[in-house]
């Protein structure tokens, strides 16, 4: 857990590298002033990251557990705080409290299962600490699926494990896709959700799903079709946030707080949810 | 228990804030809220309601969370000063009190909301038995009592006798150091102490008997008094008068009946909210003046050389509240209107073992503009509900 000394309160953590994924997505390596990390989590967990004066929001924490050195955040700019979080340099320091929510059963449920991972865009970066924490921990899980897709090249968060070493690994597929055909990618070209039906994936998998909303829509109804169990499809939620422990009342969908109960959902839970998110 | 005559009942509240900070009910511009005794205040502990609930003296309307330098380079957060000195807050009904338990579910909880927990740990509560309840209460359709409100003490106006009894130790402690000012003042006069003691009889029913040799009436002249047991049966008797009072009030017989833990799945897609919801200005009124909305914001102030990150009371009325850079998932002021009667009639007792986060205080009743509130929403359900047999 974190070492603040109140739930509110956030700790000092300085930006050590800085890697421009795409033209609105940078990833933040970020340490505790003294080295090593801020806090310990688990794969899906999410932190407040905070530019004093700016503003504070919740991004999930892109890095493994198992990576013992540092935490990572992929952040899109897409708002005051996140254009802000883009103009930084490495050395400058941010406020970080956390960790909060659930985590993806990485423990319990997942493994030994084979899994298949399905990002679009920015989606990738919650997934990206599940894939490395298994990574590290191949032999506990079954054959590992990734199944990416983004706008264009140049939209595609290329991290370096996943999208290059990952490819080269036993039992690991990496399917990569791009929306529109473009000059010099040779790759398949096609949204997310008609890819994964065309990919013949094994429908006794359990599925990891994150990205945009409307994405989602599409590849869990191809899921279905394709004979996937909502018990075993997972996805992250993502609503507006101020304290990340269900108090200040602002991410409920129905009797659940997002940032408490969530971020990671099975869609046979958000099926008891009522519509609104 | 403590007597004081209600003429002296300014040397009372500065016996006790010569001790410690008093936090009662002053009227200021013609309203009456909860507010710190000082010289000149205008105390109202005859107002029935405060226009906003007590829950400002442990969930304050804003306050600092920590300061932060600017310096990108050389960041450092400073946490702000816990409470960590007791205060009174004197005159709280039983509905505001019920508003402090609903409050403590969600604040007591893991993890732990150290600012509150020190607010209340610190704070003493004076419960006040209601005198007037008004057509607009219905404290009773919730299970709270006006007459036994609860709190570390409780006070209650006879005649022109006031009587503060302590409810638990804490309780008992703050009556015996305010009775030692009063005595080491003088101001003993009209002041009886009298410990009361839990006694179960021999057929095991429990019942409240006094403990003649504990007495500690106390008189001027330093002289011991019998204690008066004429009060007890006088107390008992205005308690059981407000009582009656209280079940005529035409709102108390509120059915809750299909809410809570047993409310419809379909209760969030009934066509009735469009309906409920129009009138609404999204003033956000109804949730300031809740003894229960604990919705709040976290907030910048730029100090110029620092920031001091403060939290604020927030309202889930409010269009951007859910707002975000990608989107909203409550656009239409009907589903702010839906979120917020369902989050204390169906929504929180889901969390909280079935408990409502309505005490029944009917300041929505008084203070929408709209005349929207709780009440109309319960019966609008009911209604429907027995058209549809």
């Not at chain 2, 200005?281 to 229960?292: I, K, N, Q, S, Y």
Request: aromatic share 8%.
């Amino acid at each position: 857990m974190c070492k603040c000394s109140d739930t509110l309160i956030p700790l000092p953590g300085v930006i050590t590298a800085i890697t421009e994924e795409t033209p609105d997505v940078k990833t933040f390596r970020i340490n505790a002033p003294e080295g090593g990390k801020l806090f310990e989590h688990m794969p899906g967990q999410c932190a407040m990251l905070c530019v004093p004066g700016v503003g504070e929001a919740m991004f999930s924490i892109t890095s493994s557990p198992t990576n013992k050195e540092y935490q990572e955040f992929s952040i899109k700019r897409c708002g005051e705080l996140t254009n802000c979080l883009h103009g930084l340099s490495v050395g400058d320091m941010v406020t970080v409290r956390g960790p909060y929510g659930n985590h993806f059963p990485v423990e319990s449920e997942l493994k030994g299962k084979d899994l298949i991972f399905i990002a679009g865009g920015i989606g990738l970066a919650p997934l990206r600490s599940v894939i490395n924490y298994v990574a590290d921990n191949r032999a506990d899980y079954g054959n590992v699926d990734i199944v990416y897709g983004s706008r264009s090249m140049d939209d595609l968060v290329r991290y370096q494990e996943i999208t290059e070493e990952w490819a080269k690994r036993e039992r690991t597929n990496v399917y990569l896709t791009i929306d529109r055909p473009q000059d010099g990618w040779n790759g398949h070209v096609g949204f997310v959700p008609s890819y994964v039906k065309e990919l013949n994936l094994n429908a006794a998998a359990t599925v990891l799903l994150c990205g945009p909303p409307i994405m989602i829509k599409f590849v869990l109804a191809g899921l279905l079709e394709l004979g996937f169990s909502k018990e075993r499809i997972y996805t992250t939620l993502e609503l507006r946030m101020k304290c990340g422990v269900g108090k200040c009342g602002r991410c409920n969908i129905g009797s659940k707080y997002v940032c408490k109960d969530g971020p990671v959902f099975k869609f046979t839970q958000i099926d008891e949810l009522p519509d609104e998110f | 228990m403590l007597k004081i005559s209600t003429d002296r009942i300014n040397e009372l509240m500065d016996a006790i804030a010569s001790k410690m900070d008093l936090i009662l009910p002053v009227e200021n511009n013609g309203q009456v809220n909860f507010g710190i005794y000082e010289s000149g205040v205008r105390v109202r502990l005859d107002a029935l309601k405060t226009v906003k609930s007590a829950k400002d003296a442990f969930f304050p309307q804003s306050e600092t969370l920590y300061s932060c330098s600017k310096d990108l380079k050389n960041l450092s957060v400073t946490p702000a000063k816990l409470m960590d000195r007791p205060f009174a807050v004197f005159g709280m009904k039983g509905c505001d009190i019920r508003g402090l338990e609903v409050l403590d579910r969600v604040f007591l909880s893991d993890p732990v909301d150290g600012f509150y927990k020190a607010r209340r740990e610190n704070g003493i509560v004076i419960g006040m038995v209601c005198n007037t309840p008004w057509e607009s209460c219905f404290c009773k359709a919730f299970g709270v009592d006006c007459t036994e409100p609860g709190g570390d003490a409780t006070a209650c106006v006879v005649g022109d006798g006031l009587f503060i009894e302590a409810n638990n130790e804490k309780g008992k402690a703050f009556l015996e150091m305010i009775s030692e000012v009063l005595i080491s003042e003088t101001l003993a006069d009209n002041c009886i102490m009298r410990d009361t003691v839990e006694t179960v009889s021999k057929d095991g029913t429990e019942k409240t008997a006094l403990e003649d040799d504990k007495e500690q009436s106390v008189s001027k002249d330093g002289t011991e008094k019998t204690a008066d047991a004429d009060d007890m049966e006088k107390l008992r008797a205005h308690k059981e008068s407000i009582r009656r009072i209280t079940e005529k009030l035409p709102l108390m017989s509120l059915s809750l009946k299909g809410w809570g833990t047993e409310t419809p799945k379909d209760r969030f897609d009934s066509p009735l909210w469009e309906k409920l919801y129009k009138p609404c200005l999204a003033c956000g009124t109804c949730t300031f003046v809740c003894p229960t909305c604990q919705c709040y914001d976290i907030k910048d102030h730029d100090d110029g050389d620092s920031v001091r990150r403060y939290r604020c009371w927030d309202s889930c009325m409010y269009s951007d509240f859910t707002l975000m850079a990608h989107g909203n998932p409550r656009t239409s002021q009907m589903q702010r209107f839906r979120q917020r009667f369902m989050h204390k009639l169906v929504y929180y007792p889901q969390n909280n073992d079935g408990i409502f986060s309505c005490t029944g205080c009917g300041r929505c009743i008084d203070k929408c503009p709209q005349s929207l509130n709780i009440v109309k929403v319960i019966k609008a359900f009911e209604k429907e509900g027995k058209e549809n047999v």
